[in-house]
């Protein structure tokens, strides 16, 4: 029987996932050990996650330099050295910055791990910070943070957030060039020390794994004497933000980037859920009424998109596009309609559907390998979340309905009260 392509084939509606449990363990000194152990293939990832990123910084740079420097030298091996041997083991190394964390990232082979921690705790325990290799991350980060100011798309977002946050706290702070020229290495040693080389961290294991490995974690992790830092380090954020719009002027750029929102909250917030669900349809997939307005019908970009992003002490709401200049208000004006199209008409239950059976699908999709389940196990344990928090996730995006959508619409999404950031001109 030929296949008549003018029919959508069936489709199954995923209501539950189930997500693998980690195993946990704390070491002798007291750092948590979380193993995901599932995959077919004889590879593992470790990550040893430290609360040490520009949240806990004395001196602006101090975190990021902190990490990055860790493969630059230790007492007894060279950067050149240090490469070199992570690249005989066939292993690939990250070492990740954030507002909120620092992380020493490495895949390898599942045979290969005793080797890996042996560098992996030479990096936490003995390293070096020379300063010729320091003076070329710096010249490096400079060269890099002058080419992305060039970006209509870096200006915007950094001022966006700095408007949002305030341009000193954490989550507002952008890289400053003569920051980073004035950093002495004193402080970022100071960092290392406090944070990485006496601090507690989280060790996050996922692949293919066997109780000789937990061992090996036991044996290089667990012996090392911790030194928890004294004292819970608060930033206040101001009550309100600013809502006033901004244009950052660049005569020789032919486009404009707009970024436009609000804060908001982080996963333990009541509205979590059905805010997500708003966002999707306002602009969270390729099929969102932005994009159908203003990409498809309108033509005004190539693409347009909002989110709701969620840090470990707050979260933000923020639609996002790139635009020709003379373009900038009509695409402001466009967007505006849209967010009072969701506070005023009711969403058809069709429209709903199809928005909440895409979330659960890309959902249930991102859960197709170790690394991708120990990404959300790995959420739960540093934000503090309940262990069912992602179990219920579908159920949860399933039970938003219409008039939730019409809720949130008006009490998050009032563009009186977002800020507006143009970097290019208008």
């Known amino acids: 029987m030929p296949l008549d392509r003018t029919v959508a084939p069936d489709f199954k509606v995923i209501n539950t996932v189930s997500l693998p449990e980690p195993q946990s363990y704390i070491l002798d000194n007291g750092i948590a050990l979380h193993v995901i152990n599932i995959g077919e293939q004889p590879v593992i990832r470790l990550e040893c996650i430290f609360e040490a990123g520009t949240w806990h910084e004395q001196r602006s740079g101090a975190s990021y330099f902190a990490i990055k420097m860790l493969p630059e030298g230790t007492r007894s091996k060279t950067s050149t050295a240090i490469h070199e041997a992570f690249d005989k083991l066939g292993a690939f190394t990250e070492m990740s910055h954030n507002s909120d964390r620092i992380a020493i990232v490495v895949y390898c082979l599942s045979r290969f791990l005793p080797e890996v921690l042996a560098l992996v705790s030479e990096l936490i325990g003995e390293a070096t910070f020379p300063d010729k290799e320091l003076e070329e991350l710096k010249n490096i980060t400079v060269q890099n943070l002058r080419v992305s100011k060039e970006k209509t798309a870096y200006l915007a977002t950094t001022e966006f957030r700095a408007q949002l946050f305030g341009s000193l706290h954490p989550y507002g702070k952008s890289q400053d060039e003569a920051e980073i020229i004035a950093l002495p290495s004193e402080d970022i040693i100071a960092h290392y020390d406090r944070f990485i080389k006496n601090g507690k961290f989280t060790v996050v294991l996922a692949g293919q794994i066997d109780d000789s490995h937990i061992g090996h974690i036991q044996n290089f992790f667990g012996k090392n004497q911790i030194v928890a830092p004294t004292g819970q380090i608060i930033h206040s954020l101001a009550s309100s933000h600013p809502t006033e719009e901004m244009v950052i002027d660049r005569l020789e750029s032919v486009q404009s ?108 999709g991102s859960l197709n390998t170790a690394f991708e389940v120990a990404d959300r196990q790995k959420t739960l344990i540093l934000d503090k979340l309940p262990t069912d928090f992602f179990m219920n996730y579908i159920s949860r995006i399933h039970a938003t309905t219409s008039t939730d959508v019409m809720e949130m619409a008006h009490k998050y999404l009032r563009p009186d009260e977002m800020t507006i950031v143009i970097a290019g001109g208008k």
């Not at 200049?325 to 199809?354: A, C, G, M, N, W």
């Open 257 to 364: 980037s707009i970024r436009m929102g609000k804060r908001l909250f982080n996963r333990h917030h009541a509205d979590y859920f059905k805010m997500l669900v708003t966002n999707e349809i306002l602009g969270g997939y390729f099929g969102s009424r932005l994009m159908k307005n203003i990409r498809e019908e309108k033509g005004l970009t190539y693409g347009i998109s909002s989110h709701v992003a969620t840090l470990r002490n707050a979260g933000y709401f923020m639609i996002g596009t790139d635009v020709k200049k003379e373009f900038t208000q009509q695409t402001i004006d466009e967007i505006k309609k849209e967010i009072y199209r969701l506070q005023t008409e009711v969403i058809s239950e069709e429209e709903l559907s199809v928005v909440k059976n895409f979330m659960a699908g890309e959902f249930a």
